[in-house]
């Protein structure tokens, strides 16, 4: 992906409106931020989720940065390490940071580092720019919708109903405990307490119900 996206930006970086094409070909909201996280394109769907304020948000100076502000450091820490000057003949690697929510499941931030080539399609030469491609993973897209119907009929806690909207949508427990910044031990514990709830006994069991109750 990166060295696909490094390619076309090379290739179209003189022509705004290529780009922003790119960017706008994104089904998730994405966008491209210089070091100082300031927005240089965005696609639609990005700027509804700035609009929304749940959790992304802008500045006068169109500057991005997570609505939870617990959340700011570590994304100022990943756009400036995803666009600091190092070996650029190798792609760099995504970098991914779950946003903290109230109300609502904790979502996917993912900033990936861009060389742009100034006539090259080789990012690596002619004096490269570097940007941040900033890309919003919609847990709306790939969790179920946990009714407060089900959270009563169930006696779920919040802690446990935030637990089932990961799992439930088939994510292993650890990437759940990491998502939600707890320890394993205490998601397994949670888990157990929503198979005791739900009488259920696995995993699988417990998608199958919420697909068949939710669905």
């Keep these: 992906m990166a060295l696909e996206v490094n390619h076309q930006l090379s290739q179209t970086l003189p022509h705004s409106e290529m780009i922003a094409d790119l960017i706008e070909g994104f089904l998730a909201p994405a966008c491209l931020v210089n070091e100082q996280r300031k927005m240089l394109l965005a696609n639609s769907a990005f700027i509804i989720e700035i609009r929304s304020r749940q959790y992304i948000a802008g500045d006068r100076s169109d500057r991005i940065k997570p609505a939870n502000a617990s959340d700011e450091r570590k994304f100022e820490d990943m756009v400036r390490g995803a666009t600091r000057p190092h070996d650029t003949s190798h792609a760099t690697q995504p970098l991914t940071m779950f946003l903290s929510g109230e109300e609502q499941p904790p979502a996917s931030l993912t900033v990936l ?14 004096n490269p720019q570097s940007y941040a491609l900033v890309i919003l993973g919609n847990p709306a897209l790939r969790r179920p919708n946990i009714s407060r119907d089900l959270v009563a009929k169930f006696a779920l806690t919040r802690a446990e109903m935030r637990l089932l909207q990961i799992v439930g949508a088939g994510e292993s427990l650890r990437n759940a405990a990491d998502q939600l910044g707890i320890t394993y031990e205490t998601a397994r514990s949670q888990l157990k307490a929503i198979f005791g709830k739900t009488d259920v006994h696995r995993q699988a069991e417990l998608v199958a119900l919420m697909v068949r109750i939710e669905g």
């Design 113 to 126: 580092g861009i060389r742009v080539g100034a006539k090259s399609g080789f990012p690596w030469l002619s």
